[in-house]
């Protein structure tokens, strides 16, 4: 049973570029979340989703960032016109439908914004 | 509001010593605690969890943490560390009425020296 995926690993991009990082859950992972890890700090919620469905976004900037999680297909976190400070570690996350009380990681995208 | 407080950013220990990472936490609701370990340019894996029932808690490779609810403390100990344990450990907690997000402590850098 394959774990979270998460693609690209590395990602490298200028000042005012796009950014798209992907997550595929675990089999039968409904629920997927998204944090960022900025150099030396822990990990920071911003999104959690279901299959078509946004639950709680409270950690999420409130421009340039949004996130999608479609019926068919890995979820995706979307940063437009990044800019340096967006250089992070970003980790995505997956759990059941049932007894979703423990989350599983994936190896995280480092996006580095030059 | 609720968080998670790692008072070491770094521990070095020699090889077969004993170590203790303390984590304490702050919430006025009930909590599950997670101990998670990232090794060097990986993503993070779940160590041990405690939800319920007995507070001592332990994970296959030797590591226990211990749930004391009057010092909101989870901390994680060892009797012998090996070489193979250097890597940063994260103190988490979520709610118990909603598991949405994890609050991550700071990190506790662990570094075994032969």
């Known amino acids: 049973n394959a774990g979270v995926m998460q693609n690209p690993r590395h990602l490298v991009r200028r000042r005012g570029q796009e950014a798209r990082l992907r997550c595929s859950p675990m089999?039968?992972?409904?629920?997927v979340y998204w944090y960022r890890q900025l150099p030396e700090e822990g990990l920071k919620f911003m999104v959690y989703?279901?299959?078509?469905?946004?639950?709680?976004e409270s950690g999420m900037p409130k421009e340039r960032f949004s996130a999608e999680f479609p019926k068919e297909g890995p979820s995706i976190l979307r940063i437009q016109q990044v800019v340096r400070g967006d250089s992070a570690a970003y980790f995505c996350?997956?759990?059941?439908?049932?007894?979703?009380?423990?989350?599983?990681f994936g190896p995280g995208t480092r996006l580095t914004v030059l | 509001a609720q968080s998670v407080t790692q008072l070491d950013s770094q521990v070095p220990v020699f090889e077969e010593a004993p170590v203790e990472l303390r984590c304490n936490y702050s919430s006025s609701v009930s909590v599950y605690l997670f101990w998670y370990v990232q090794y060097p340019n990986q993503g993070l894996q779940l160590l041990l969890k405690y939800l319920s029932g007995s507070t001592l808690v332990e994970s296959i490779n030797g590591f226990e943490a211990e749930f004391n609810k009057s010092q909101t403390s989870f901390h994680l100990r060892k009797p012998s560390v090996h070489i193979s344990d250097t890597a940063e450990y994260f103190c988490?907690?979520?709610?118990?009425?909603?598991?949405?997000?994890?609050?991550f402590g700071t990190g506790t850098r662990l570094q075994v020296f032969p």
């Open positions: 996350a997956s759990s059941p439908p049932v007894s979703s009380d423990t989350q599983y």
């Open positions: 988490a907690v979520t709610f118990t009425y909603n598991t949405d997000k994890l609050i």
């Open positions: 989703l279901q299959k078509e469905n946004i639950i709680d």
């Open positions: 089999k039968g992972h409904s629920h």
